[in-house]
């Protein structure tokens, strides 16, 4: 038996267009690449050109449709014009991805407005501006995926959470309320919920040996995450066979969270 006709129905991306903010490195890298190699057009938004170059580069030389845009989520026009200049390269999206995030966490007693609001604008007005832009029109058209990405500090305090935290148990309370609403028409709203990953927007754990293998201890599979661990799950979150899937964290954490 060929067994490719039918993982292709399950998983096979092609037709669809996907758009994933923070897509130049790190985790957004992994999955942009991932969904362009599944079919998927892919339109990444980032800041900084050199990474979107480097990254689309990559993709179209291996044959995937794939573009780029420098956006600044950091304001509200912001977003607005990155979600515009996006759809403008392949067409709306069906599958969202919200991988964008900043990671700025002083401690409590230190933690000002200015850090607050950087961090709830980056990490869930942004996605949430995002979803009321492209969200209706998914399910309009039958057919939508969106994807967060969050963090551990959804869900428990550890390692100065503060505001990112904050921000991203907010984002996991957004994805079920956009499940609630888009999903009986074909729209599902989901989180993956990293363990430690070691990426740039880790940096400030990163360098500390100690902390990175004290982290490694906490897993279940004996080693930090990779970006690259999180391809199959958004590959299967952004396709049909995950389509009775909707309002779910879903840990991709080495059992980080259970051990």
Not at 52 to 76: F, H, K, M, P
Not at 113 to 118: G, K, L
Not at 195 to 217: C, I, Y
Request: hydrophobic letters at 45%.
């Amino acid at each position: 038996m060929n067994a490719q006709p039918y993982l292709s129905q399950l998983f096979s991306l092609d037709g669809r267009v996907a758009l994933v903010t923070g897509g130049s490195s790190g985790i957004g890298r992994a999955i942009a690449g991932a969904l362009a190699r599944a079919g998927a057009g892919v339109v990444v938004v980032a800041r900084r050109e050199d990474q979107l170059i480097a990254t689309i580069d990559e993709l179209t030389s291996e044959g995937c449709r794939a573009g780029w845009v420098s956006g600044d989520l950091g304001s509200r026009d912001g977003v607005r014009a990155a979600a515009e200049a996006a759809a403008a390269v392949f067409g709306e999206p069906d599958i969202l991805v919200n991988s964008a995030g900043v990671n700025l966490r002083p401690p409590m007693d230190e933690l000002g407005e200015d850090v607050w609001d950087t961090t709830m604008t980056v990490n869930l007005e942004a996605p949430f501006l995002l979803g009321q832009r492209f969200g209706p029109g998914m399910a309009e058209r039958g057919f939508g995926r969106i994807i967060h990405v969050t963090s551990q500090q959804a869900h428990r305090a550890f390692v100065r959470s503060g505001a990112y935290g904050v921000s991203k148990g907010a984002l996991e309370s957004l994805a079920r309320s956009q499940a609630e609403a888009w999903s009986p028409y074909g729209v599902t709203c989901n989180t993956l919920v990293p363990g430690f990953v070691m990426t740039p927007l880790n940096a400030r754990l990163s360098s500390d040996p100690e902390k990175v293998a004290a982290l490694a201890e906490r897993t279940m599979v004996g080693r930090n995450g990779l970006a690259e661990d999180f391809a199959g799950a958004a590959v299967w979150l952004a396709g049909r066979s995950s389509a009775y899937v909707t309002g779910q964290s879903i840990y991709v954490d080495g059992g980080f969270s259970v051990h």
